[in-house]
């Protein structure tokens, strides 16, 4: 099974920017879409962004025009740039794989924290 591992968290100041970045055990041409998705404490998980295998993105509102979602499939990574953050966007941000088969579950990375200071 596909694993992937997430990276580029950190401390930044509010208005700074990050690139996270999420790259799988195998290629990444036929996982489509790939997702971002963020996890705050005591809040559910929600989706941020994703992006097809042609590079068409669909963005959650609150981060639409500051957040920008990329991938490279021949180096089987994704990623996700972050500019003009805001404290309200620290959390655990996840990668996510869509589920190889019907029966599967879809991928998750481990997380990387992303923590936004005033």
């Known amino acids: 099974q596909v694993q992937l591992v997430e990276s580029g968290g950190g401390l930044v100041q509010a208005g700074g920017s990050l690139r996270l970045s999420c790259t799988a055990s195998?290629?990444?041409?036929?996982?489509?879409?790939m997702g971002w998705y963020r996890q705050a404490l005591g809040k559910q998980r929600e989706l941020v962004a994703e992006?097809?295998?042609?590079?068409?993105?669909n963005y959650a509102d609150f981060v639409m025009g500051r957040f920008i979602a990329s991938r490279d499939n021949a180096k089987n990574t994704v990623y996700l740039q972050m500019n003009s953050l805001r404290p309200e966007d620290t959390a655990v941000y996840y990668c996510?794989?869509?589920?190889?088969?019907?029966?599967?579950?879809?991928?998750w990375g481990q997380g990387t924290q992303v923590t936004v200071s005033s």
């Open positions: 996510r794989a869509p589920r190889p088969c019907v029966e599967c579950n879809d991928i």
């Open positions: 195998r290629n990444i041409l036929r996982m489509n879409p």
């Open positions: 992006i097809s295998s042609g590079g068409t993105t």
